[in-house]
């Protein structure tokens, strides 16, 4: 081993380091253009490079500064999906209520309405949470081409999963319309 002055050793660099930085650069084709990589020591020495000391805990700050918005994102992105999924069931509810009433045979309203509340109960959706309204009221004096309109409505408080991010009085609603057959 060459000896080697104190600053070099302060600095945190090992005489393997510096011997093998040597040797490559004078015996290897690279020349002077050696990787980093290719400048580590090869022995197994337990000794550490210089820290810096300037950039210690930046990327705790900035994991603090980010992760509130990262999770915000997170939970709104959540929040989104579940409520698309609930308006799709609504849509879904009220085109099996209007299905159900476009039946020749479908005398009565109530038929219409334990057909959205099972569709919605299948869902996930408490039906007493949901407003549904059909128009005609009475299905027994249409005839065959005449048109109905079946429409749910829910307030979207009933529907938060994380928290309030839309206003509490906006409903989410689905209107379908068909004819009688």
């Given at each position: 081993m060459n000896w080697l002055p104190a600053s070099t050793v302060a600095r945190g660099q090992c005489a393997h380091t510096l011997n093998q930085r040597k040797l490559t650069r004078a015996n290897?084709?690279?020349?002077?253009?050696?990787?980093?990589?290719?400048?580590?020591?090869?022995?197994?020495?337990?000794?550490?490079t210089?820290?810096?000391?300037?950039?210690r805990g930046a990327a705790a700050i900035e994991f603090a500064i980010v992760a509130p918005l990262i999770f915000f994102l997170v939970l709104a992105s959540i929040q989104f999906a579940?409520?698309?999924?609930?308006?799709?069931?609504?849509?879904a509810a009220?085109?099996?209520?209007?299905?159900?009433?476009?039946?020749p045979d479908t005398d009565?309203?109530?038929?219409?309405?334990?057909s959205v509340e099972d569709r919605l109960t299948r869902g996930g959706i408490d039906p007493e949470l949901v407003d549904i309204a059909i128009?005609?009221?009475?299905?027994?004096?249409?005839?065959?081409?005449?048109?109905?309109?079946?429409?749910?409505?829910?307030?979207?408080?009933?529907?938060?999963?994380?928290?309030?991010?839309?206003?509490?009085?906006?409903?989410?609603?689905?209107?379908?319309?068909?004819?009688?057959e």
């Open positions: 290897h084709a690279w020349g002077a253009s050696v990787p980093a990589t290719a400048r580590r020591c090869l022995f197994s020495c337990s000794h550490r210089v820290r810096r000391t300037k950039n579940g409520l698309l999924m609930r308006q799709n069931l609504l849509t009220a085109l099996d209520g209007a299905r159900a009433a476009s039946f009565s309203v109530n038929t219409v309405i334990a128009n005609p009221t009475s299905l027994g004096s249409l005839n065959t081409g005449d048109s109905m309109i079946v429409t749910l409505s829910c307030p979207i408080s009933d529907m938060m999963w994380v928290g309030p991010i839309m206003p509490p009085e906006t409903n989410l609603s689905a209107q379908i319309s068909c004819e009688r």
